[in-house]
């Protein structure tokens, strides 16, 4: 596939930053695309993109200068690794139909897929997200999307926005979404009937509250995530003014942080997706300068991969049977001897399904989903839906 199409690159001098006279900063280590001149992509490479279309907004107009207004601040920065490297695609043309934009998007994440190269989105509006589960779709790929967001984004409407976008990817026909996850909903924006709908969908989704008093849930939904889709207006107002819905609620900018990093450090996740940046109603840049921080986390983050998933490196994890009696059944977790994180084995009965994941998935988990199996004799909630979406 031929993505120059699509790419417009950017120029790094008009974005203003001064490099520091006393640190090697990232924007040394970003390597600019150059379409039409046969650049090459290199496998496993670190991408990142802009899409500054704006045009599926929900009353929060002005996101298209966003990704280079974050440039400025990220390139900026210090390298997080020696080994940094970086090479930034430029940024998506808008086409001339909202849809246009969402059929370049896809394939240059069919790009990325197809190279095994993890990808950075700076939107741009959220219901970008669908553009990027298209160029999965692409690949033929199953996959799960983690939403960081203080609403869930599946209200009826007759175009995609960025308040319908996952209702549209969930009416995909054939349909190559295996499970999402919402981390940090605000219930007053939300309300039951939503939330009993996703239940009944059989994802997932955590309160504001108790993802912050439990951050490590965060970091096992995201690290089953190959795709991470942010909203900037979960993270409140007094860290991220730059949003037409700001709310004196939401994630610390730290968190916000800790959060990209666990998405770096996922092998699982190839895609990260930061949207709802406002440039015209943001202040000084606080924004801007806060998301440039988290993709410096991510980048980070990348850059630490353990490479401990059981089924990578059986060798790397210890192996934990616990016996369920009043379920007449075995449940299998296992621990990384490198990080200390967890998971535990889904059996998959379904023939259809066992073409992806043979006879058993490996799900992330938390030491407190261990302990309720293995102390109380009980199901963990999260192993339940996914059981019952790979065998239903």
Same mark, same amino acid.
């Given at each position: 596939?031929?993505?120059?199409?699509?790419?417009?690159? =950017?120029?790094?001098?008009?974005?203003?930053?001064?490099?520091?006279?006393?640190?090697? *900063?990232?924007?040394?280590?970003?390597?600019?695309?150059?379409?039409?001149?046969?650049?090459?992509?290199?496998?496993?490479?670190?991408?990142?993109?802009?899409?500054?279309?704006?045009?599926?907004?929900?009353?929060?107009?002005?996101?298209?200068?966003?990704?280079?207004?974050?440039?400025?601040?990220?390139?900026?920065? %210090?390298?997080?690794?020696?080994?940094?490297? *970086?090479?930034?695609?430029?940024?998506? !043309?808008?086409?001339?139909?909202? &849809?246009? %934009?969402?059929?370049? #998007?896809? @394939?240059?994440?069919?790009?990325?897929?197809?190279?095994?190269?993890?990808?950075?989105?700076?939107?741009? %509006?959220?219901?970008?997200?669908?553009?990027?589960?298209?160029?999965? @779709?692409?690949?033929?790929?199953?996959?799960? =999307?983690?939403?960081?967001?203080?609403? +869930?984004?599946?209200?009826?409407?007759?175009? *995609?926005?960025?308040?319908?976008?996952?209702?549209? !990817?969930?009416?995909?026909?054939?349909?190559? #979404?295996?499970?999402?996850? /919402?981390?940090?909903?605000?219930?007053? +924006?939300?309300? &039951?009937?939503?939330?009993?709908?996703?239940?009944?969908?059989?994802?997932?989704?955590?309160?504001?509250?108790?993802?912050?008093?439990?951050?490590?849930?965060?970091? %096992?939904? =995201?690290?089953?995530?190959?795709?991470?889709?942010?909203?900037?207006?979960?993270?409140?107002?007094?860290?991220?003014?730059?949003?037409?819905?700001?709310?004196?609620?939401?994630?610390?900018?730290?968190?916000?942080?800790?959060?990209?990093? +666990?998405?770096?450090?996922?092998?699982?996740?190839?895609?990260?997706?930061?949207?709802?940046? /406002?440039?015209?109603?943001?202040?000084?840049?606080?924004?801007?300068?806060?998301?440039?921080?988290?993709?410096? +986390?991510?980048?980070?983050?990348?850059?630490?991969?353990?490479?401990?998933?059981?089924?990578?490196?059986?060798?790397?994890?210890?192996?934990?049977?616990?016996?369920? &009696?009043?379920?007449?059944?075995?449940?299998?977790?296992?621990?990384?001897?490198?990080?200390?994180?967890?998971?535990?084995?889904?059996?998959?009965?379904?023939?259809?399904?066992?073409?992806?994941?043979? /006879?058993?998935?490996?799900?992330?988990?938390?030491?407190?989903?261990?302990?309720?199996?293995?102390?109380?004799?009980?199901?963990?909630?999260?192993?339940?839906?996914?059981?019952?979406?790979?065998?239903?």
């Amino acid at each position: 596939m031929n993505i120059d199409l699509y790419l417009k690159p =950017i120029d790094t001098d008009s974005l203003g930053y001064k490099p520091s006279e006393f640190a090697a *900063i990232l924007g040394s280590k970003v390597k600019l695309y150059q379409p039409g001149t046969g650049m090459e992509i290199p496998e496993k490479s670190l991408l990142l993109v802009g899409v500054g279309d704006d045009r599926g907004a929900e009353n929060n107009a002005g996101c298209s200068n966003s990704p280079d207004e974050i440039r400025y601040y990220l390139y900026q920065l %210090t390298t997080p690794s020696k080994d940094t490297e *970086i090479i930034d695609l430029g940024n998506v !043309i808008e086409g001339q139909t909202p &849809e246009d %934009t969402y059929y370049a #998007l896809s @394939e240059v994440v069919a790009e990325a897929i197809e190279k095994d190269c993890v990808l950075i989105i700076l939107g741009g %509006t959220q219901d970008l997200t669908f553009g990027a589960y298209k160029g999965y @779709e692409r690949m033929n790929r199953i996959m799960n =999307i983690t939403a960081i967001d203080p609403r +869930f984004d599946i209200e009826d409407s007759d175009y *995609i926005s960025s308040r319908s976008w996952l209702k549209n !990817i969930i009416m995909q026909v054939p349909n190559y #979404l295996f499970f999402s996850s /919402n981390i940090g909903y605000q219930t007053y +924006f939300v309300g &039951e009937d939503y939330i009993r709908l996703m239940d009944d969908l059989r994802f997932d989704a955590y309160r504001l509250a108790d993802v912050q008093h439990e951050m490590v849930r965060a970091e %096992t939904l =995201i690290r089953n995530a190959d795709m991470v889709s942010v909203d900037i207006s979960a993270v409140r107002q007094s860290d991220a003014p730059g949003n037409g819905f700001p709310s004196p609620h939401g994630f610390y900018g730290e968190e916000f942080c800790h959060m990209m990093r +666990f998405a770096g450090m996922s092998e699982k996740t190839n895609c990260l997706g930061i949207f709802e940046v /406002n440039s015209v109603l943001d202040r000084q840049g606080q924004t801007a300068h806060m998301v440039a921080q988290g993709v410096w +986390f991510f980048i980070e983050g990348y850059y630490n991969r353990k490479k401990d998933n059981p089924l990578m490196d059986p060798d790397s994890c210890r192996r934990f049977m616990v016996p369920l &009696e009043k379920h007449n059944m075995d449940i299998y977790f296992y621990k990384s001897k490198i990080s200390d994180r967890w998971w535990v084995s889904v059996p998959c009965h379904n023939p259809e399904m066992q073409e992806l994941y043979s /006879n058993q998935m490996l799900l992330p988990c938390t030491y407190a989903d261990y302990q309720q199996a293995s102390t109380k004799g009980e199901v963990p909630l999260l192993w339940l839906k996914y059981y019952q979406r790979l065998n239903g």
